[in-house]
């Protein structure tokens, strides 16, 4: 099933960057499809970015389209999501998941395979 472990989260100004790391123990970073998703107080937990298995093909949610991207590392194990340009809106917990379902271009996470999630708060 896997492990996942994310950090790189931490305080940073509007307009500047942070990069998130999930490493993966247990299995391959590509096994699955993997994903990251944030939850903001109040709010419930939405989907970010994904990485198919096999291609590689990439999703993103609108809101952080042209500034996040998805990758990863299979010789370290690790999905990594670089934040460019933050915005105070971005201000949320990170996770990670280790299996997603992305059948009908759908990102659909794996209730069991997620990380304990990484702070990432954006001042303004």
């Known amino acids: 099933q896997g492990q996942f472990l994310e950090s790189g989260g931490g305080l940073v100004q509007a307009g500047g960057s942070l990069r998130l790391s999930c490493v993966v123990s247990?299995?391959?970073?590509?096994?699955?499809?993997m994903g990251w998703f944030r939850q903001a107080p109040g709010k419930e937990r939405e989907f970010v970015a994904a990485?198919?298995?096999?291609?590689?093909?990439?999703y993103y949610a609108d809101s952080v389209k042209g500034r996040f991207t998805i990758s990863r590392n299979t010789g370290e194990n690790t999905l990594y999501l670089q934040m460019n340009s933050l915005k105070p809106e971005d201000t949320a917990v990170y996770y990670c998941n280790g299996r997603l379902d992305l059948r009908d271009d759908v990102p659909r996470p794996s209730p069991t395979d997620w990380g304990q999630g990484t702070q990432v708060t954006v001042s303004s």
């Open positions: 247990g299995r391959s970073v590509s096994t699955y499809s």
């Open positions: 990485m198919t298995y096999v291609t590689g093909r990439t």
